[in-house]
């Protein structure tokens, strides 16, 4: 696998030039607090309706949307798991929120893609756990698909970008 399909950057998701940008949704889908609220902010009301549609989505789900005023065509919404401490399943469920998005993303040759550190945020997951499990299961989707093309990993802070790091270049 080339390893320039695989970025971190650190920034705002809802500023990212990509085909697709990944949210951290909760089960309602009816938007929220943190990178949920921006996305739907820069968004704009209209994804709000499409959500409305949907039926909220389980823990380690995705489903799509458009991205309406974002320059992303498309808004991928998984809801990762609230960290317990993990014995609950907790890493195969947000394994899985990986899995779901990248394979959606597929679904619509979707040739880039933004993810934000699912669940590491109000639901708690530890940040260099979160990398170890995104950063896995990308390279294992990947070694197996052609698209998405690249996938960039947006830290939204340092702590969040050196862990994202320390993973990308082992
Ligand atoms: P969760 O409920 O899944 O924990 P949060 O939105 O609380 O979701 O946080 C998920 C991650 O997204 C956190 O690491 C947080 O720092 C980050 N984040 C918050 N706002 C943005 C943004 N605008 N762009 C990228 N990442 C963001």
């Known amino acids: 696998m080339k390893k320039n399909r695989l970025e971190i950057i650190k920034g ?7 085909d697709a940008i990944v949210n951290a949704a909760n089960a309602s889908l009816r938007g ?14 209209e994804l709000l309706s499409e959500c409305e549609k949907l039926n909220g989505c389980d823990t380690g789900e ?16 998984t809801v990762g798991p609230v960290w317990f401490g993990g014995y609950r399943d907790e ?3 947000l394994a899985s929120c990986y899995q ?10 979707v040739r880039t893609i933004a993810f934000p550190g699912i669940s590491t945020g109000v639901y708690g997951f530890p940040k260099d756990l979160a990398a170890v499990i995104a950063i ?3 390279r294992r989707f990947l ?5 998405p093309e690249r996938v960039i990993f947006v830290a939204f802070d340092d702590e969040s970008f050196e862990a994202f790091r320390k993973i990308l270049e082992l």
């Not at 995705?62 to 919404?77: R, S, V, W």
């Not at 779901?100 to 040759?109: M, R, T, V, Y």
């Not at 070694?143 to 698209?147: G, I, R, W």
């Open 12 to 18: 705002d998701i809802t500023h990212i030039n990509v």
């Open 32 to 45: 929220g607090g943190g990178v949920d609220g921006a996305i739907h902010k820069a968004a704009g009301p």
């Open 62 to 77: 995705a489903k799509i949307t458009g991205g309406y005023n974002l320059k992303a065509k498309y808004i991928i919404h």
């Open 91 to 93: 890493p195969e469920q």
């Open 100 to 109: 779901s998005s990248l394979k959606l993303a597929k679904d619509k040759k």
């Open 136 to 138: 896995n299961e990308t």
């Open 143 to 147: 070694l197996k698909n052609s698209y």
